[in-house]
């Protein structure tokens, strides 16, 4: 390619937090229209804006989190502008003095590190939502989500590709859940990108016009979106064409964006401090409560998993991608069972089961201690990997079953006693002289075959290791 593509993320992370960020009015997600609607969310004449102290606390634990600079004192200002789901006429948000400044997020590319900087998270209110098509010839107004808090989080235009990209949300995306600040359920709008694309001549300092695409709550969408931007816009430029800073919205059904009008600059909102709330401070014992209550962050669980269970960067990063997993898996390690084993059963059958039937690790009906049980018979070579799935699947159906019992009822037990499998071998070499001399011709097919052999005799009961050990030191005998 001859052009360098230059990617920013700005994030509307919804807060979990029961009220809304100015008044006491429910954030339930799912409520009739209108129904978490008060009078400070229809900017009734009188009423006034109380900040929600829950807000401002997860707000820290965020910026501890990204190693960012905590504002001892922020501002909240009026943005101003015009649109039927916002009241007001204005959004209370931060603008000059957010309460975050200055972190980063690691994200892995190719076995490559690369630090994305933040360069700044603020608080502020949600909108309502326009709602189409229920009445003739006229858009319905739903306040629910209005004065909902958000934490919108901006990065500095740190990625150049989409794949960086995507890999930086996901990366937020699990840390916001993992320090409970937000459910991150992006079909519900907990979770929303708006990514800023330009594209300049390879090599060049000088950026390029940026287009913005909002609302996007699909790592999918991402992907797709930003590669048709990228490419519309290299097109653009190589036809002698201008690009024009704007907004544009992303349709999944064609895969298209589309510009929805000039992008605003700061001085179209007329931003100015709100003079219904004084100035917020934070005071040293606030960050350092909150910085002894943030726990284990990802990057120290990753460090954990490989250090100290000796799991591979892959496994690491999958386990410890959702905190649910990690906690999980944690606590199916601590029935002294072999964690490698372990991290193959969870990432392996147990995620395609729960992939299957859509389910998410606190939904599972198979318990801790009989999981633990099963993943202990694999290891003490009582079973094998194919039993085991079979009364995985069993204790799937119904978990009060047992392990053990399943195990003698369906006489699954393996076999391991050399006494026992060396005469199926030697049935196995005596019927089978062209394998024998295909072995010795170098071809490990051969081999392979005469295993399988073995095992169907054994009717799947015999240890595939001790087969394949066994079967090498009779072959120098045939």
């Known amino acids: 390619m001859n052009w360098d593509i230059v990617i920013g993320i700005e994030t509307h992370v919804q807060l979990t937090t029961n009220t809304k960020i100015f008044s006491g009015a429910s954030t339930a997600f799912g409520k009739p229209p209108n129904e978490n609607a008060c009078l400070v969310s229809l900017a009734y004449p009188g009423t006034l804006p109380v900040l929600n102290r829950e807000v401002v606390k997860k707000a820290i634990r965020f910026g501890l989190a990204v190693d960012a600079q905590i504002a001892k004192k922020s501002i909240f200002a009026r943005k101003n502008y015009f649109y039927p789901d916002l009241p007001k006429g204005y959004q209370i948000s931060q603008f000059e003095l957010p309460i975050v400044n200055h972190g980063f997020l690691n994200i892995n590319i190719k076995n490559q590190e690369k630090k994305i900087r933040i360069l700044r998270a603020h608080l502020e209110e949600d909108a309502g939502k326009s709602v189409h098509g229920i009445h003739d010839n006229a858009t319905g107004i739903d306040l629910n989500r209005a004065g909902t808090p958000l934490l919108e989080i901006v990065t500095e235009p740190d990625m150049s ?208 201690d009989q999981f633990s049980l099963l993943i202990k018979r694999i290891m003490d070579k009582t079973i094998s990997n194919n039993a085991a799935k079979k009364i995985f699947d069993l204790l799937w159906e119904d978990s009060n079953k047992n392990v053990d019992q399943l195990i003698e009822e369906l006489g699954l037990t393996q076999v391991s006693d050399s006494s026992s499998i060396v005469p199926m071998i030697e049935e196995v070499l005596a019927n089978n002289q062209q394998m024998i001399d295909q072995y010795r011709s170098g071809k490990d097919k051969a081999f392979n075959a005469l295993v399988g052999q073995v095992m169907k005799i054994s009717k799947g009961k015999a240890n595939p290791g001790q087969v394949s050990d066994l079967l090498k030191e009779k072959l120098k005998e045939f």
């Open 161 to 368: 590709s989409a794949e960086e990209a995507i890999e930086y949300a996901r990366k937020l995306h699990n840390l916001v859940q993992w320090i409970g600040i937000c459910d991150g359920n992006m079909q519900e709008g907990s979770f929303r990108c708006d990514v800023n694309v330009s594209v300049k001549p390879k090599g060049s300092e000088k950026l390029g016009t940026r287009r913005e695409i909002k609302n996007l709550n699909s790592f999918r969408y991402m992907q797709q979106a930003i590669d048709y931007e990228v490419n519309w816009q290299i097109e653009q430029l190589e036809d002698g064409n201008e690009i024009i800073q704007s907004t544009v919205l992303f349709n999944p059904d064609n895969g298209e964006t589309r510009a929805m009008r000039s992008k605003e600059e700061a001085n179209d909102y007329r931003y100015f401090p709100d003079p219904d709330l004084l100035p917020l401070e934070v005071t040293e014992k606030d960050i350092s409560e909150i910085s002894e209550s943030l726990g284990e962050l990802p990057v120290d669980a990753i460090s954990k998993l490989k250090n100290n269970f000796s799991l591979n960067d892959s496994d690491a990063d999958l386990i410890a991608s959702d905190k649910a997993t990690y906690d999980y898996y944690l606590n199916l390690i601590g029935y002294d069972l072999d964690p490698k084993i372990t991290a193959n059963w969870v990432l392996g059958y147990l995620f395609a089961k729960m992939k299957e039937m859509e389910l998410n690790i606190h939904q599972i009906p198979i318990s801790s």
